[in-house]
């Protein structure tokens, strides 16, 4: 059974920092790109990014660029998530996403974790 | 970057009733890149559709997609009780991924 199970949200002041978790399981995490993606209740669904299979490249939503470092360790098959200098407009539940290889849909999300950035 | 628009807002329907939730893209889309997603409260969205009509793991026969142009379409059959949530399409594009705002079906 495949599992995504994320860690690491909570509350932090703005331009501060948190670094997001997901544990992977139940498939092949070396294999598909991941991706993470935010929602909060006022902008609904918005992709944050993603890495590919062997973590050679990244592409991040403009929101993002230059503040979150998506990565990935295949050997512990985790998914990370650093993010700096965090917004307000950051806040939101962030999940972990497995990508549909080859069709640009994601297949697979985790439960998510609540980031909260207020001071 | 692709802007997705769904429509309506919010469908009120019964159950046994046919549903129809549209997105439209503001440039074109390729239809292998456009997926369907269903999101009830306190869950994480669910794939229902990728490749605009192609059912995901699982899914019902029900659910079923379609596109023409940069009109894409969710249609769901004999609404069961479990089909009310948020419907969310979306799209990947040139190193950018997009979704709608999402339409809510409600029981009437």
């Known amino acids: 059974e495949v599992q995504l199970v994320e860690s690491g949200g909570g509350r932090v002041q703005p331009g501060g920092s948190l670094r997001l978790s997901c544990a992977a399981s139940?498939?092949?995490?070396?294999?598909?790109?991941m991706h993470w993606v935010r929602q909060t209740p006022g902008k609904g669904l918005v992709w944050v990014a993603a890495?590919?299979?062997?973590?050679?490249?990244?592409m991040y939503a403009d929101s993002v660029k230059g503040r979150f470092t998506i990565s990935r360790d295949n050997a512990k098959n985790t998914l990370y998530l650093q993010m700096n200098s965090l917004r307000v407009e950051d806040t939101a539940v962030y999940y972990c996403?497995?990508?549909?290889?080859?069709?640009?849909?994601?297949?697979?999300w985790g439960q998510g974790t609540l980031v909260t950035v207020s001071s | 970057e692709v802007v997705l628009t769904q429509s309506p807002g919010t469908l009120s329907l019964s159950p046994g009733d046919g549903a129809t939730l549209s997105c439209r893209a503001s440039?074109?889309?390729?239809?292998?890149?456009l997926a369907w997603y269903q999101q009830k409260p306190g869950q994480a969205p669910r794939l229902l559709i990728y490749?605009?009509?192609n059912r995901a793991t699982g899914i019902p026969d029900r659910f079923s997609g379609s596109a023409s142009g940069t009109d894409f379409t969710l249609t769901i059959s004999r609404l069961e009780p479990e089909d009310f949530a948020v419907y969310y399409c979306q799209q990947y594009g040139i190193s950018s991924y997009s979704f709608g705002q999402g339409t809510k079906l409600e029981i009437k």
């Open positions: 440039q074109r889309v390729s239809s292998v890149n």
């Open positions: 139940g498939f092949t995490f070396s294999s598909p790109w």
């Open positions: 490749g605009s009509s």
């Open positions: 890495i590919w299979s062997d973590g050679s490249s990244t």
């Open positions: 996403v497995r990508d549909l290889t080859h069709w640009g849909a994601f297949d697979y």
